[in-house]
């Protein structure tokens, strides 16, 4: 009894909730490192390396991007306009955190630029794939009805 109160319980729902925040957390501050690397070694600037605290600043970006996805874009709620939104919150959260830290004050221009355009198109990749798995999810489902409807017996009245 007191394992499905638990499971049904405040608490429970905020650590799902914050689960799915850091989820995509993780996958963008690895995109952050990656490009931010990338850009490094391909610009004409010196050799930059990711330090500590730029790390912990792209954390904490990454994690603010993944709780506006939370609160602006549940995938119960996916529709045209929540997905403009949260792609915008993203875009504007990348480039607060990169122009007040500097982020990128020793790499040419263009490196910000690329980098905000590539984060902007990997949020909309994530949500490609939050439509691709409503879509399957309510074939399965559709399929599910379908079959139980099938085993019912009619009933007469």
Not at 59 to 72: E, T
Not at 132 to 145: F, I, P
């Amino acid at each position: 009894m007191n394992s499905d109160r638990f499971k049904n319980s405040g608490f429970a729902k905020l650590y799902l909730w914050t689960t799915k925040a850091k989820y995509t957390m993780g996958i963008f501050f690895v995109a952050f490192v990656m490009f931010y690397l990338l850009f490094g070694l391909i610009s004409d600037g010196p050799a930059i390396s990711l330090d500590f605290f730029t790390a912990i600043q792209m954390v904490f970006a990454c994690f603010f991007i993944g709780i506006a996805q939370q609160v602006i874009l549940p995938v119960e709620k996916l529709n045209r306009t929540r997905c403009v939104l949260w792609v915008a919150s993203g875009v504007l959260i990348t480039l607060a955190f990169g122009l007040g830290f500097g982020w990128f004050r020793h790499f040419p221009r263009w490196c910000f630029i690329v980098f905000l355009l590539i984060m902007a198109a990997a949020m909309m990749a994530m949500i490609l794939s939050y439509y691709l798995e409503l879509h399957r999810e309510t074939k399965r489902l559709n399929r599910g009805l379908t079959a139980f409807q099938k085993q019912r017996p009619k009933r007469e009245g």
